[in-house]
């Protein structure tokens, strides 16, 4: 998979060059982003493409030594069970109980 990393999301382009898929984390402050947002494609649906993209932001935020608060319920719920990538938290206290107010599954991914 061959993401393009811009300064405020990591995003797929099909082979025309289309978006097919991205992750939003804009800048709030000197070393902290917020992820807002996951889009993926529904030609990608049920490949954990939405995973594959907010694994590679943790990473992105790990080796570029970033923070993050997360208003995305997809990326909540995705960090809360991977707590190998925890450390990019801010705050993973507040990120609990904000977890514990969403009920169902993850409704923040939006398809095209």
């Not at 991205?22 to 493409?49: A, R, Y």
């Not at 997809?74 to 507040?94: C, G, I, M, P, R």
Request: proline content about 2%.
């Amino acid at each position: 998979m061959n993401f393009q990393y811009g300064e405020d999301k990591i995003w797929l382009e099909n082979e025309e060059g289309k978006q097919i898929a991205l992750i939003e984390f804009p800048k709030v402050k000197e070393g902290l982003v917020n992820i807002t947002h996951t889009e993926v494609d529904q030609s990608l649906q049920g490949q954990g493409i939405a995973g594959k993209l907010t694994q590679a932001l943790a990473i992105y935020l790990r080796e570029k030594g970033l923070k993050t608060n997360i208003s995305c319920s997809y990326a909540l719920k995705w960090f809360l069970t991977h707590e190998e990538y925890q450390d990019v938290l801010n705050d993973l206290e507040s990120i609990k109980k904000q977890a514990e107010r969403i009920q169902g599954p993850a409704c923040g991914i939006r398809t095209h």
